[in-house]
């Protein structure tokens, strides 16, 4: 059974970082594309992340370009998600999300194509 655990998130104020991460347990880690999601109140959830799973070859939503680093150490079954510069609307429940069917430098950004999901983490930042 494949589980994923988030964690690290909180609240913060307009400009401050925090640092996300998703550990993955029950199956091969380097076997999984990683994504990172969001879905604030009343939205849908939205694609940010995404790092293949050889090579790191990540892929980013506008909105958090130079803003957001992921990355991931696959020694210890973790994806990473630096975030940078924060913006209150940057404000929502973050997921990380693993797609085993994914190509071997695929980043797959649609909810569809991933076929794990942690629980959720919130980030709140502050005006």
């Known amino acids: 059974q494949v589980q994923l655990a988030e964690s690290g998130g909180g609240l913060v104020q307009a400009g401050d970082s925090l640092k996300l991460s998703c550990d993955v347990s029950g199956r091969t880690f380097s076997s999984f594309a990683m994504g990172w999601f969001r879905q604030a109140p009343g939205k849908e959830r939205e694609f940010v992340t995404g790092?293949?799973?050889?090579?790191?070859?990540?892929y980013y939503t506008d909105s958090v370009k130079g803003r957001f680093t992921t990355s991931r150490d696959n020694t210890k079954n973790t994806v990473y998600l630096q975030m940078n510069s924060l913006k209150p609307e940057d404000t929502a429940v973050y997921y990380c999300?693993?797609?085993?069917?994914?190509?071997?430098?695929?980043?797959?950004?649609?909810?569809?194509?991933?076929?794990?999901w942690g629980q959720g983490t919130q980030v709140t930042v502050s005006s």
């Open positions: 790092i293949s799973k050889i090579a790191g070859w990540t």
């Open positions: 999300a693993a797609s085993r069917t994914a190509g071997i430098l695929a980043i797959p950004t649609t909810t569809s194509d991933y076929d794990y």
